[in-house]
């Protein structure tokens, strides 16, 4: 049997870690709250994991030494690095990609100049620069239909749509620099309008709405269901 790497399996367990605690801390919280002894253990036990991945960091830190200078790197989400490259470091969101782990996420960007990773799931960040940002703010300032009368609202349609990578209970997506971005988890659309649902009407981006008049999407459940109520 092949001898597995070391290293390898520490990026993946760090990478699966980092979304299933965020969802414990999150949105399971309350399903959680009588374990929060054992989850610490737990979190501390898989942490050590970076001994295996500090060799992989010392490899790439000089390559790393120009992109630092450069504003281009953030300690990563996953392994606690500085390892994680911005694609967009002007950008509001903007890809990171680890050198070290691997893990490939957004970020958003406030203007304080801290970022924080985008999940589709957490809406306000406690920043230690004594603001609470809330990610809804920034929905708002670029709804394209912010300045419009309820009434032409009513014409011309919503400013923000919703993500069908994230599916966030928010409407999350919304026009920034010429595309479509969700300011929920950082996904990425063209200039190409939404697609709306053939039962509900509700607009979409990232989401297959193929037979959705007849079996609707997730907000609905299409004229199968509505006749057979």
């Known amino acids: 049997m092949p001898v597995e790497d070391p290293a390898a399996i520490a990026m993946e367990q760090l990478r699966a870690w980092f979304h299933l605690h965020s969802l414990i801390q999150g949105r399971w919280e309350s399903v959680f ?38 504003g281009k790197v953030l300690e990563c989400r996953s392994c606690g690095f500085s390892s994680g490259e911005l694609d967009s470091p002007t950008r509001l969101v903007s890809g990171v990609a680890c050198h070290v782990c691997g893990d490939r996420y957004a970020v958003i960007r406030f203007d304080c100049g801290n970022a924080y990773p985008l999940d589709g799931a957490t809406f306000e960040f406690d ?20 300045d419009l009368s309820p009434k032409d609202q009513l014409i011309h349609g919503p400013g923000r749509y919703r993500c069908g990578e994230c599916l966030s209970i928010e409407e999350t997506v919304v026009p920034i620099d010429g595309a479509y971005t969700c300011l ?8 190409e309008g939404p697609e709306s649902c053939e039962w509900c009407n509700e607009l979409w ?25």
């Open 33 to 70: 709250a009588g374990h929060r002894g054992e989850l610490a253990k737990l979190d501390q036990l898989l942490r050590r994991n970076r001994n295996y991945l500090q060799t992989i960091y010392d490899q790439t830190e000089a390559r790393l030494s120009g992109l630092k200078v450069a």
């Open 127 to 146: 920043c230690d620069c004594g603001v609470l940002h809330k990610v809804q703010d920034l929905i708002s300032k670029y709804d394209e239909s912010r």
């Open 184 to 191: 929920g988890c950082g996904a990425e659309w063209g200039d």
């Open 205 to 229: 981006f990232g989401y297959s709405l193929e037979g959705s008049y007849l079996n609707g999407c997730e907000l609905c459940e299409g004229k199968i269901e509505w006749d057979s109520d």
